[in-house]
């Protein structure tokens, strides 16, 4: 897959939705940052990208009147206080269901991680977090009882998980 591709697919009219393209292009930036070294010209360049057309593409969906996950409640813009209220829960929840909650948004908002493999850590940046994909994530990391400190209520709403890691930034 190359924006090559990409782009005779749109023409072509092979994609059913603009967020079946959007999913190839994040394809395209994670292979470029997952094969490349970390710091190397090719991966900071990937990665730069990632962010740019995620600031792109989230400014045609408002544009359009859309949202990543279509016209839903959840598609409103999350406020500071639910931003902060997302980043200290990532702090209650086990380190799997943390995995979960970094794999997902690996997946579906790559803009929103920096990853450092010197340390084996991933920073979440709440900011850069698509509001469906907040929504999603913030009902996941809730139905884990991070809100309640309770125990953990195993509620996939995600996938299964990978490597967790640990900081958590809001603006």
Same mark, same amino acid.
């Given at each position: 897959?190359?924006?090559?591709?990409?782009?005779?697919? %749109?023409?072509?009219?092979?994609?059913? $939705?603009?967020?079946?393209?959007?999913?190839?292009?994040?394809? %395209?930036?994670?292979?470029?940052?997952?094969?490349?070294?970390?710091?190397?010209?090719?991966? %900071?360049?990937?990665?730069?990208?990632?962010?740019?057309?995620?600031?792109?593409?989230?400014?045609?969906?408002?544009?359009?009147?859309? /949202?990543?996950?279509?016209?839903?409640?959840?598609? $409103?813009?999350?406020?500071?206080?639910?931003?902060? /209220?997302?980043?200290?829960?990532?702090?209650? *929840?086990?380190?799997?269901?943390?995995? *979960?909650? *970094?794999?997902?948004?690996?997946?579906?908002?790559?803009?929103?991680? $920096?990853?450092?493999?010197?340390?084996?850590?991933?920073? *979440?940046?709440?900011?850069?977090?698509?509001?469906?994909?907040?929504?999603?994530?913030?009902?996941?990391?809730?139905?884990?009882?991070?809100?309640?400190?309770?125990?953990?209520?195993?509620?996939?709403?995600?996938? /299964?998980?990978?490597?967790?890691?640990?900081?958590?930034?809001?603006?």
């Amino acid at each position: 897959m190359d924006l090559g591709q990409v782009k005779r697919k %749109i023409e072509n009219g092979k994609y059913s $939705t603009i967020h079946d393209a959007a999913e190839d292009v994040r394809l %395209i930036w994670k292979n470029c940052m997952q094969y490349n070294a970390d710091g190397s010209d090719f991966y %900071i360049l990937a990665k730069n990208m990632s962010k740019k057309f995620e600031e792109k593409f989230t400014k045609l969906l408002k544009d359009q009147g859309s /949202s990543a996950e279509g016209k839903s409640k959840n598609a $409103t813009e999350p406020t500071l206080e639910e931003k902060r /209220s997302f980043a200290r829960s990532l702090y209650k *929840i086990s380190k799997v269901e943390l995995g *979960i909650v *970094i794999t997902e948004l690996d997946k579906k908002c790559p803009a929103a991680l $920096t990853k450092n493999s010197a340390e084996d850590e991933v920073e *979440i940046n709440v900011d850069h977090i698509s509001p469906a994909v907040f929504h999603e994530a913030m009902a996941y990391v809730k139905s884990c009882g991070a809100e309640s400190g309770t125990g953990r209520k195993k509620k996939s709403a995600y996938s /299964s998980g990978s490597k967790p890691s640990k900081k958590a930034r809001s603006s």
